[in-house]
């Protein structure tokens, strides 16, 4: 298996330019997570997903972000208009079934530079 | 509600030394725990995770852990770090059925081997 696999693994992009991220989990999986890290705030959790359904979006920061999913195997998160406060890199994980117990797959990750 | 602590942010040690990295957690009940590794530029890996039975979980790369109950711990431990050990390791928890698949990420910790 490929593993997750997340696009563009770098963007660079003006203040007030939409930014998409894309990322398609592992076959199978059927929860998908959205995790942004800086070294201000760390790991953070944006939103899940399970069964493509949006479960909690709580740590989304703001109206500017959306994610969706259309299908199983690919997920957006989109943030328009961005802001240099937006500047992190942009992890997608996935994993099977429904229990705590189970392991999350992290993809390399998105580098997002916002000018 | 849920939360798992790193008291260490950044810890250095000499190739060879051994190697405790602390983690603390709250919850209510018997938690899954996990360690997960970060090498620069990459993905969170898993190193190790707890469920139930024998307290003590090996690992890959040599690392282990051991889950305390009655000190909501489980540290992770490695007898001779490895110049390639350099990196951040995150401790997590996760709970059961019917959470889809949510983890808790603590701060992390930033590992530096000495030559």
């Known amino acids: 298996d490929a593993g997750v696999i997340q696009s563009p693994r770098h963007e660079v992009t003006e203040m007030g330019q939409e930014v998409t991220l894309r990322c398609k989990p592992i076959s199978g999986h059927n929860s998908l997570f959205w995790y942004r890290q800086t070294m201000m705030r760390g790991l953070e959790l944006l939103i899940y997903?399970?069964?493509?359904?949006?479960?909690?979006d709580s740590g989304m920061p703001e109206d500017r972000f959306s994610a969706k999913m259309p299908n199983a195997s690919f997920s957006t998160l989109k943030i328009q208009p961005s802001e240099p406060r937006d500047s992190a890199v942009y992890f997608c994980?996935?994993?099977?079934?429904?229990?705590?117990?189970?392991?999350?797959?992290f993809g390399p990750g998105t580098r997002l530079t916002v000018l | 509600a849920q939360s798992v602590t790193q008291p260490d942010i950044h810890i250095t040690v000499s190739e060879g030394a051994s190697l405790e990295l602390r983690c603390n957690y709250s919850?209510?009940?018997?938690?899954?725990l996990f360690w997960y590794v970060q090498s620069p530029g990459q993905g969170l890996q898993l190193l190790l995770k707890?469920?139930?039975?024998?307290?003590l979980v090996q690992g890959i790369k040599g690392f282990e852990a051991e889950f305390k109950r009655s000190q909501s711990s489980f540290n992770l431990r490695k007898p001779s770090v490895h110049w390639s050990d350099a990196a951040e390791y995150f401790c997590?928890?996760?709970?059961?059925?019917?959470?889809?698949?949510?983890?808790?990420f603590g701060q992390g910790t930033t590992l530096q081997v000495k030559p």
């Open positions: 707890y469920f139930s039975g024998d307290t």
């Open positions: 919850y209510g009940a018997t938690p899954y």
């Open positions: 994980a996935s994993t099977s079934g429904t229990s705590g117990g189970n392991e999350q797959f």
């Open positions: 997590a928890v996760g709970h059961g059925s019917g959470n889809t698949g949510k983890l808790i």
């Open positions: 997903f399970n069964n493509n359904v949006p479960i909690d």
